[in-house]
């Protein structure tokens, strides 16, 4: 079964720190990956996704993600955090049973919260 | 450009009564369409998709419908609301038929709470 795994429901870091929020994914076949983010009363913001290519994929907002194929992950990353970089952060792979339907599969959400 | 509406952004209702949520895109044609569910500000539950004007898929058993009775407007509904059915719902939309690389564009939400 197809899935994606948030490992960490919450990361702290520093402003000015870098910052990682991980993702893992299991599906068959290549992965279509994606990052959002969700602010409070908000809906999802996508952030970026990785197709094929470049293992590092740049976004919005200064992120960047690392694909991994060997670890089958899709790490999020930014060198220098901001505080108004908190917020809910999540994964996504594309449904590949689902055809046209563009169906994604989310994992379960981390929040990031950076301090001043 | 493309954008997606919903409201409204906050609704209060008694157990027992109708719901009617709507959600709209601009921009774009015979989208992809979906409504989530999340509870406590976490995981998304998809409740609903549609890939065309009046058909819908039904992802889990429940106390809601959906309709697509127009290519770019997709309504979520209840006859009877139950204390379970808080939360905030959340309609996305997606490109259709450009291949599976396409993300889906997420509206504002609506926070639906129970009495």
């Known amino acids: 079964a197809q899935s994606v795994a948030q490992p960490e429901d919450q990361v702290n870091v520093a402003e000015g720190n870098p910052l990682t929020v991980k993702c893992t994914y299991s599906v068959s076949g290549n992965p279509y990956l994606f990052w959002y983010v969700q602010y409070p009363n908000r809906g999802l913001q996508f952030l970026l996704k990785y197709i094929t290519g470049d293992n590092l994929v740049k976004g919005s907002y200064g992120f960047e993600a690392e694909f991994n194929k060997s670890q089958t992950s899709f790490h999020l990353k930014k060198p220098s955090a901001l505080v108004s970089d908190s917020a809910l952060y999540f994964c996504?792979?594309?449904?590949f049973g689902s055809g046209n339907t563009g169906k994604l599969i989310f994992g379960q959400g981390t929040t990031l919260q950076v301090k001043p | 450009s493309q954008t997606i509406h919903q409201w409204p952004a906050t609704l209060v209702q008694p157990v027992g009564s109708p719901l009617s949520l709507e959600c709209t895109v601009e921009?774009?044609?015979?989208?992809?369409l979906y409504w989530y569910r999340q509870a406590a500000g976490r995981g998304l539950q998809l409740l609903f998709y549609?890939?065309?004007?009046?058909?819908i898929s039904s992802e889990v058993p429940q106390n809601l419908s959906a309709s697509r009775p127009q290519d770019r407007q997709f309504i979520l509904s209840s006859k009877k609301l139950l204390l379970s059915d808080s939360g905030f719902y959340l309609c996305?939309?997606?490109?259709?038929?450009?291949?599976?690389?396409?993300?889906?564009?997420f509206g504002d939400g609506t926070r639906l709470s129970i009495l």
């Open positions: 996305a939309w997606s490109a259709y038929g450009q291949g599976k690389n396409q993300p889906q564009h």
């Open positions: 549609s890939v065309g004007i009046g058909q």
């Open positions: 921009g774009t044609s015979n989208p992809n």
């Open positions: 996504a792979v594309r449904d």
